[in-house]
Structures are given as structure tokens and as C-alpha cells.
């Protein structure tokens, strides 16, 4: 027995490898769907959330320069500056965004369900924010730093394996958000 327990230790340890860049995290259910890592870029503070220099030119931006403040993380019914979400994306929060002109409560009600399963701080809040934005490609997008999942309708199973990234390539991790 204790012979075998090194080896134990060794595969246990090879198991919870963190540097992983698998974008398929949870088995087999997650294999399906792809969160490819966007480039590195600068993601110093810029003087002002106004900032035109905030993002890293992708649309959505899911990482890059942003303002000094974040936003709480909570359900938002008008749009936020982008430039402070990129902030909570820094700290490892989700972010979960819409653009439904016509209304779309049902599929805001799962982005918000999507919110309920994050990450929780040590103060409770989970650490995810909706909001929506007129500027997106698609009418929802589901982003981690680095990581951005555009759909036409939301998919709470690709939201799921998407959470399982949460803070895995964030500067600054499992910061906390206030609600």
C-alpha cells in the first residue's frame, strides 16, 4: 500500500493540472463547444471609463486596456461601459451580455440563471454580471477574459462549460464583486 502511494500522489497531481489550456473542460459533455483564447494584449488602466482605447479590438472586447473602476456584479438593465466590464473580466468575473432591441425576457431570465451558478466570493456574491449592449454581433455573448462565446439564443450547457474556465487565464483572479 504505501508503495502505491506516490504514484497516487503523481496521478492525482497530473489530474489537477491548472495550466491546461483545454478549452473543453467537464468530460465529454463540453467537447462540442469551442472558447479559443484571443491574443494577449496590453490591459493597463486607461484615465477614463470614457476611454476609447479600452478593449482589444475584438467585438465584444473580452480583454485589454479598461477603466480603473468595475462594476458590481448584478443584473443590469441599461448598458454598462464596456470599459468597466473589462475590469471584472480581469478579475476572473463573467460576464454575460444581450442585445434584443424587441425584448427578450425568457432568454435573459437564462442568462441570469447562468449568473446564479458562477463562482461565489467569499462574501457570497457570485461573480457575474448581465447587461446589455447594442454593440454586439450576435444577440448574446458569454465572456471570460480572453474567452468570448457569441449565440442567437442563449445555451445554458454552453454557458456551463464556459464557467468552468472561470479564472483559469484572468490577470487577477477570484477577486471578489460587490453586489
Not at 482605447?53 to 480603473?68: D, F, I, L
Not at 462594476?71 to 442585445?99: K, M
Request: hydrophobic share 40%; with cysteine; proline share 9%.
Amino acid at each position: 500500500m504505501l508503495r502505491a502511494l506516490p504514484a497516487l500522489l503523481l496521478a492525482l497531481c497530473l489530474a489537477c493540472d491548472s495550466t491546461s489550456d483545454d478549452p473543453t473542460p467537464g468530460g465529454e459533455a463540453c467537447e462540442r463547444f469551442s472558447f479559443p483564447l484571443s491574443a494577449v494584449t496590453a490591459s493597463n488602466h486607461v484615465s477614463s471609463c470614457g476611454s476609447t482605447a479600452c478593449g482589444n479590438a475584438e467585438n465584444p472586447p473580452n480583454s485589454g486596456m479598461h477603466c480603473p473602476t468595475w462594476l458590481p456584479c448584478q443584473s443590469y438593465t441599461t448598458e454598462q461601459p464596456r470599459c468597466s466590464w473589462l475590469h471584472n473580466l480581469e478579475h476572473g468575473h463573467a460576464v454575460f451580455l444581450y442585445n434584443c432591441p424587441e425584448g427578450c425576457a425568457d432568454e435573459v431570465a437564462k442568462l441570469e440563471a447562468a449568473q446564479a451558478r458562477a463562482a461565489q466570493g467569499s462574501n457570497g456574491v457570485r461573480r457575474a454580471l448581465v447587461a446589455p449592449d447594442a454593440q454586439l454581433p450576435q444577440r448574446f455573448a458569454a465572456m471570460l477574459w480572453r474567452r468570448t462565446y457569441l449565440m442567437d439564443s442563449v445555451d445554458p450547457d454552453a454557458i456551463a462549460c464556459l464557467l468552468a474556465l472561470q479564472d483559469q487565464d484572468a490577470p487577477e483572479p477570484g477577486l471578489l464583486c460587490a453586489p
